[in-house]
């Protein structure tokens, strides 16, 4: 183990292990002894709100304040069909509206549907999860997943539909401890019972090579960094099935795409993807247009 990598380890007492261990007597009045105590100290000594700072003012396992989760709203604007970039121009031609990306090359999943925009409030409950290791917002997080699911419910028959978290590599599993996507699929399905005729099946799919940040990368860069670094386990199990990918975040759609791409090599009828954030193209500034027609407004009063 490299130095540095001990502290980085999961905490040995929430390992998912013990988390599927049965309930032992001694385990789980240890537990409830450190939830009340912790109840109590929320009470005595509230904490702050980790995305605003602000008081908590209620107990809750979540340290996030009901208002800052407030403002992790859907995403509302337009979007590609494909893979749910926004887009800001749309013809009048009825029908699907393809991105630029989509229109030069259609991915190999058939539909990418997210719950909201990665910025802001958002990005910083996936931070908590990921990074912080604050496993209760995976409960919030699935909520909103199986929101993006329940957009594709008519794409396809989820009756029999595998959904399969991109998985980690298992030195980046190791370090962080677990799959955060597949925390945010179990807590999704589970909250959502006309969900429950999916079946998640993680260990379907199978990350067999670390690859580099995707930043900054062209497009073919992004494909060649990703090419190989998936591998279907059980081919068997995956051919002919609907498939549902999940994930955290789409940043450009790469990293889901050689998910589909590998699975429908498998056989596999059809992969759609689902994730709890997407990053969107920045807003336009409009502030240039009205800039532009006020101008032309006193252009035209000179004028007159
Ligand atoms: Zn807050
Ligand atoms: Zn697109």
Redesign the pocket.
């Given at each position: 183990m490299p130095p540095g990598k001990a502290q980085a380890g999961p905490h040995p007492e929430r390992s998912p292990q013990q988390r599927q261990q049965g309930p032992e007597r001694s385990a789980l009045l240890v537990s409830s002894l450190r939830y009340t105590a912790s109840s109590l100290f929320s009470v005595f000594f509230p904490s702050d709100c980790r995305i605003c700072s602000l008081p908590l003012t209620n107990i809750s396992r979540l340290p996030v304040c009901p208002e800052c989760l407030d403002t992790m709203a859907r995403f509302q604007g337009r979007t590609?069909a494909?893979?749910g970039?926004r887009m800001f121009s749309f013809s009048d031609e009825a029908g699907e509206q393809?991105?630029g990306?989509?229109l030069a090359e259609q991915p190999a999943f058939r539909k990418a549907s997210a719950y909201g925009s990665y910025d802001a409030g958002l990005r910083e409950l996936i931070h908590l999860l990921k990074y912080d290791r604050i496993r209760t917002a995976a409960r919030v997080l699935g909520r909103m997943l199986a929101e993006a699911v329940t957009d594709l419910r008519q794409e396809f028959d989820i009756h029999d539909a595998v959904v399969i978290p991109v998985p980690l590599h298992s030195s980046k599993l190791h370090s962080r401890g677990f799959n955060q996507s597949e925390l945010i699929a179990e807590a999704g399905l589970k909250g959502a019972p006309e969900l429950r005729v999916m079946k998640l099946r993680p260990q379907l799919l199978k990350r067999v090579r670390a690859t580099e940040s995707q930043v900054g990368l062209t497009r073919e860069q992004r494909q060649a960094n990703v090419r190989g670094a998936f591998a279907v386990t059980v081919p068997d199990e995956v051919r002919g099935k609907n498939i549902l990918v999940v994930d955290d975040v789409l940043t450009t759609g790469t990293t889901v795409g050689e998910c589909a791409r590998v699975l429908r090599k498998a056989g596999a009828a059809g992969v759609w993807v689902a994730t709890v954030a997407r990053v969107m193209k920045p807003e336009m500034t409009a502030a240039l247009e009205p800039l532009e027609a006020e101008e032309a407004l006193a252009m035209s009063a000179h004028a007159g």
């Open positions: 590609c494909i893979c970039e393809l991105c990306e989509c």
